[in-house]
Nanobody, 119 residues
Framework: QVQLQESGGGSVQTGGSLRLSCLAS????????KSWFRQVPGKEREEVAV???????RYSDSVKGRFAISEDNAKRTVYLQMNSLKPEGTAMYYC?????????????WGQGTQVTVSS
């Protein structure tokens, strides 16, 4: 069964950077939506960055201009470069695959990696 595994989380200070990676255990059809979500306790999982079926990157307003999503198909890996991190970016970050973009279309989740941003 295919799995997604995130890595790269950790603790940084405000203004710092992290790069998250999401490795697929085997090839996944490339036209599925590739996405990054984040979640804090008591709140819904929020989609922050996607690569859609046309290969276009899109971002939530909360991270636009600071985060960048990219992929390396040869390595079966999707990345999330996070710059100018803010304390409100503290969350568990999950990568996902979906038939379309958006939480309801997700059929595969990773286990998550914790990001903590201190002020």
């Amino acid at each position: 069964q295919v799995q997604l595994q995130e890595s790269g989380g950790g603790s940084v200070q405000t203004g710092g950077s992290l790069r998250l990676s999401c490795l697929a255990s085997e090839y996944i059809y490339n036209k599925y939506c590739k996405s990054w979500f984040r979640q804090v306790p008591g709140k819904e999982r929020e989609e922050v960055a996607v690569i859609d079926s046309d290969g276009r990157a899109r971002y939530s307003d909360s991270v636009k201009g600071r985060f960048a999503i990219s992929e390396d198909n040869a390595k079966r890996t999707v990345y999330l470069q996070m710059n100018s991190l803010k304390p409100e970016g503290t969350a568990m970050y999950y990568c996902a695959r979906g038939l379309n973009c958006g939480r309801r279309a997700v059929f595969l989740w990773g286990q998550g990696t914790q990001v903590t941003v201190s002020s």
